[in-house]
């Protein structure tokens, strides 16, 4: 449950006064067995968006803020321009430029997914399917597939990640493509992952809008392998995650 020691109106001032989207009576997404909207702070209202707008307007804005910042504003200015609730208006897109190289270029958490998995958990109670879901196609889908209309910058070659660290996810596409991490084309290539994963985060939400089960999405057989052991019912309890293992502890799959 939400703590309530910060009230709507403290935080929203006055827009916390206006109609919200809940106010009209839009419906919420993952809201099983309450399909009446309800009044409060979470999760913001959501209507089926178009993924292939969302998808330019990742590509379009990816300049003015980067990673983070693209997937997040993508799908919070196409919800301004629906126009259902005032507060998509107010919430500045800036605070999401800290996720840029995988936060301020640490290399951790790509920002194109911490930026969807943001939006995602302001618009849905069942954030974890959907956000597991997101992750689980970007570490194994050969990435990126958008291809802006008139692109100034041309790339070809695509990688499968298999991780959702920023840090793997640029070096397994450098290796591929044979250009370097602060080329251009990785950033074209950046700014096009953009696009992917604010579509696929688009897609994902109108599933659930539309009352589409989204299906399960679990570790791979090797990970829950290890898991077995150093997860919270094994013998040693040492681990939490579900990235996969073997990538930074290889040769481990033969015991040891
Ligand atoms: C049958 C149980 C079991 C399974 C399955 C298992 N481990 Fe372990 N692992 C252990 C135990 C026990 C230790 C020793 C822990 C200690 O001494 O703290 C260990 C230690 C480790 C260590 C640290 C010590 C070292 O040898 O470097 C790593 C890393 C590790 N495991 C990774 C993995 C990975 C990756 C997998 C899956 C491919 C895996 N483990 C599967 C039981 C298991
Ligand atoms: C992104 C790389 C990465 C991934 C993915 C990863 N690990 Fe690790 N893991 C590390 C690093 C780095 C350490 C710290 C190594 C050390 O202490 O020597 C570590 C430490 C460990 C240790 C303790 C090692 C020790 O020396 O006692 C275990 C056990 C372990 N990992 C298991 C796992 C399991 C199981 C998974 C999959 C769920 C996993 N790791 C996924 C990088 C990773």
Redesign the pocket.
């Known amino acids: 449950m939400l703590g309530k020691t910060v009230s709507r109106r403290e935080f929203f001032g006055e827009v916390g006064k206006l109609a919200t989207g809940a106010a009209l009576g839009v419906t919420l997404v993952g809201f099983e067995g309450r399909s009446k909207a309800e009044e409060g702070t979470w999760p913001w209202p959501y209507v089926q968006l178009d993924v292939e707008a969302v998808k330019a307007k990742a590509y379009e804005i990816f300049p003015k803020g980067h990673c983070m910042y693209a997937t997040f504003g993508a799908l919070i200015l196409s919800m301004r321009e629906k126009g259902i609730d005032e507060r998509y208006k107010i919430l500045p897109l800036e605070m999401m430029e800290y996720g840029k190289g995988g936060l301020m270029g640490w290399g951790t958490l790509c920002g194109v997914l911490n930026g969807a998995a943001a939006f995602i958990t302001l618009v849905s109670r069942d954030y974890g399917k959907l956000i597991d879901q997101l992750v689980g196609w970007y570490v194994e889908t050969p990435l990126p597939i958008y291809r802006p209309a008139n692109p100034k910058i041309e790339i070809k070659a695509q990688s499968i990640a298999g991780s959702p660290l920023c840090h793997v996810s640029v070096t397994k596409w450098c290796e591929v493509s044979g250009f370097g991490s602060k080329s251009p084309q990785r950033a074209e290539r950046c700014r096009r992952l953009a696009a992917d994963v604010a579509g696929k985060a688009a897609e994902l939400l109108n599933m659930a809008l539309a009352g589409k089960a989204i299906p399960p999405w679990s570790p791979s057989e090797?990970?829950k392998?290890?898991l077995?052991?150093?997860g919270p019912k094994?013998?040693?309890k040492?681990?939490f995650g579900k990235m996969e293992?073997?990538m930074c502890?290889p040769g481990?799959?033969k015991?040891?």
């Open positions: 090797s990970v392998g290890c077995k052991c150093h094994g013998e040693v040492d681990v293992c073997l502890h481990m799959e015991g040891h």
